[in-house]
């Protein structure tokens, strides 16, 4: 069975950081693919970054470019999203998710497995 199990979310002021983790059990995702969205109510679930298999490749959304960081260890089959001098506008449930086919893909249809998400909350 397929997991994805994110962690790291939380109540942080505005300016503050966090570090999301996501770890993938029940198959390997080396040459897979992932990714982190977030969707708040009222909203579709958008992407905020992504990453191909290898590492070599990313993605961000433009409101998050320059603040957030996506990164991934394969032998730890881990992803991980480093969130900096984060905003209220950031305060949402995060998603970790991973493609069974794609390499490096920016579309969120094209990811299969999903986590159960983390909520994360700035204060302002």
């Known amino acids: 069975q397929v997991q994805l199990v994110e962690s790291g979310g939380g109540l942080v002021q505005a300016g503050g950081s966090l570090r999301l983790s996501c770890a993938t059990s029940?198959?390997?995702?080396?040459?897979?693919?992932m990714g982190w969205f977030r969707h708040t109510p009222g909203k579709e679930r958008e992407v905020v970054a992504t990453i191909s298999r290898n590492g070599g490749s990313t993605y961000y959304a433009d409101s998050v470019k320059g603040r957030f960081t996506i990164s991934r260890d394969n032998a730890k089959n881990t992803v991980y999203l480093q969130m900096n001098s984060l905003k209220p506008e950031d305060t949402a449930v995060y998603y970790c998710?991973?493609?069974?086919?794609?390499?490096?893909?920016?579309?969120?249809?094209?990811?299969?497995?999903w986590g159960q998400g983390t909520q994360v909350t700035v204060s302002s």
């Open positions: 998710a991973a493609s069974a086919v794609y390499g490096f893909s920016t579309t969120r249809g094209h990811y299969d497995y």
């Open positions: 029940g198959r390997t995702f080396s040459r897979n693919a």
